[in-house]
């Protein structure tokens, strides 16, 4: 991990976290649903942190090929609404933006301190192009705009990040999907709770943002479509009641909130493009700094083509493509 992500995780952990859970616990709700951080260095020299165990406390990771079915993303999403809630009292309380206060939360990201992506991403966006041009002409404009994307992917990402109307903008995670979610089950196997982990990129930016990319990286088309709704709405009311019990007004509607991720969906593209061949090929316990990484060194192996599941893959994307159509991120 390098030293100026390490810093800014660190600074999320030992410092917003307390602030956010206070605002929080001062209305008799519950902490964020976060691991506990019990020690940190963050030096020159050194930068380790001491975590929590979710394991002893029977949380396990998702399989990241399965993806998020329904019961599992109502978790997130609730718990989504009730952290960027929190950031819009913190921000009452302190009296000024949180990227004012703490600047790591704003600013660019992709293409900084991720520029070493660069020609990995290019490497996806050709497999990408490929699938659409073997699928034959009905995606001719899905080609002709990734075409068009590939040339900048990581300008694109950090132009949706940045281009928030005030009214959505929030505090985000900006990297949730299945890889740095857990979950506790009941005897039944159903999910009972969920973890949020690897704040390791928080931006200030719109709640549409970690929306999107829990639904185009974490969850199939057939899920996404049949309860979208559902979890836009489940999403909206946390949000709302935990500014409620603050005495403040949600600042947009739910058709708003809809129509803000329709605005965004370009984000969760990018993101499905990014991470779905590693989500449905790579291992489960395989995080996505682990495929960063390689791509820094040159040795990921993160492609549709050859991947062990193929078939999975091609549908995800098709999926995808459908989605771009239908919403008229394509002509």
Not at 156 to 175: I, M
Not at 216 to 237: D, F, W
Not at 262 to 288: C, E, N, S, W
């Amino acid at each position: 991990m390098s030293q100026g992500i390490f810093k800014t995780e660190d600074l999320f952990y030992t410092q917003l976290v307390p602030l956010l859970n206070q605002q929080l616990t001062d209305v008799g709700a519950q902490a964020l649903r976060f691991p506990k951080i019990f020690f940190a260095i963050n030096s020159e020299d050194c930068q380790f942190m001491i975590m929590e165990n979710l394991k002893t406390s029977g949380f396990a990771r998702r399989n990241k090929r399965l993806g998020l079915d329904a019961p599992h993303t109502r978790l997130v999403v609730q718990e989504l609404g009730r952290f960027n809630a929190a950031s819009l009292i913190l921000e009452k309380s302190l009296g000024t933006k949180i990227e004012d206060k703490y600047p790591r939360f704003k600013g660019k990201l992709w293409s900084e301190s991720m520029k070493f992506l660069g020609p990995w991403m290019s490497s996806l966006f050709e497999d990408t192009i490929s699938l659409a041009k073997r699928e034959g002409s009905k995606y001719d404009g899905v080609q002709r705009w990734l075409e068009n994307a590939k040339k900048t992917p990581l300008e694109l990402l950090d132009q949706n990040l940045q281009d928030d109307a005030a009214q959505f903008s929030v505090l985000g995670h900006n990297d949730c999907w299945t890889a740095n979610l857990m979950f506790r089950y009941t005897k039944d196997d159903e999910p009972e709770d969920v973890r949020l982990f690897d704040f390791q990129a928080p931006r200030k930016t719109s709640v549409a943002i970690d929306l999107n990319n829990l639904f185009y990286n974490s969850m199939n088309g057939t899920n996404r479509k049949a309860h979208r709704k559902e979890l836009l709405s489940l999403y909206y009311n946390s949000f709302s009641a935990i500014l409620s019990s603050k005495g403040q007004s949600p600042p947009f509607t739910l058709q708003e909130l809809d129509d803000e991720c329709h605005r965004k969906m370009i984000h969760g593209v990018l993101y499905g493009i990014m991470f779905t061949k590693m989500a449905i090929g790579a291992p489960v316990d395989q995080g996505d700094w682990n495929v960063f990484e390689e791509a820094k060194d040159g040795e990921s192996q993160a492609t549709i083509k050859g991947n062990n599941n193929e078939e999975e893959v091609r549908q995800r994307f098709l999926d995808l493509f459908e989605d771009m159509i239908q919403f008229d991120i394509v002509a």
